[in-house]
């Protein structure tokens, strides 16, 4: 299948299940990244504020785990 004009494109992208497809799919990738740099870029901003214990829905424990780490060595200066 070429794509020679934006005609071609369009019947593709959306009178079509592969470019429909195509576009869920960009949009769940797209959505989910963004998610992701708002979400490191909100605890970065956030970071002086306690976590919470009972917390079973923290993606990034591994963050909260390193920034431990490093308060316990800047503890130790």
């Known amino acids: 299948m070429?794509?020679?004009?934006?005609?071609?494109?369009?019947?593709?992208?959306?009178?079509?299940?592969?470019?429909?497809?195509?576009?869920?799919?960009?949009?769940?990738?797209?959505?989910?990244?963004?998610?992701?740099?708002?979400?490191?870029?909100?605890?970065k901003l956030y970071h002086n504020h306690e976590p919470q214990e009972d917390d079973e829905w923290s993606l990034f424990d591994d963050v909260e785990e390193g920034m431990e780490e490093q308060e316990e060595k800047d503890s130790k200066r």
Do not use: M, P, Q
């Open 2 to 43: 070429e794509i020679n004009d934006v005609a071609d494109l369009y019947h593709f992208l959306f009178e079509t299940y592969a470019g429909i497809g195509i576009l869920v799919g960009a949009g769940i990738v797209i959505s989910l990244v963004l998610c992701v740099i708002f979400e490191v870029k909100t605890r």
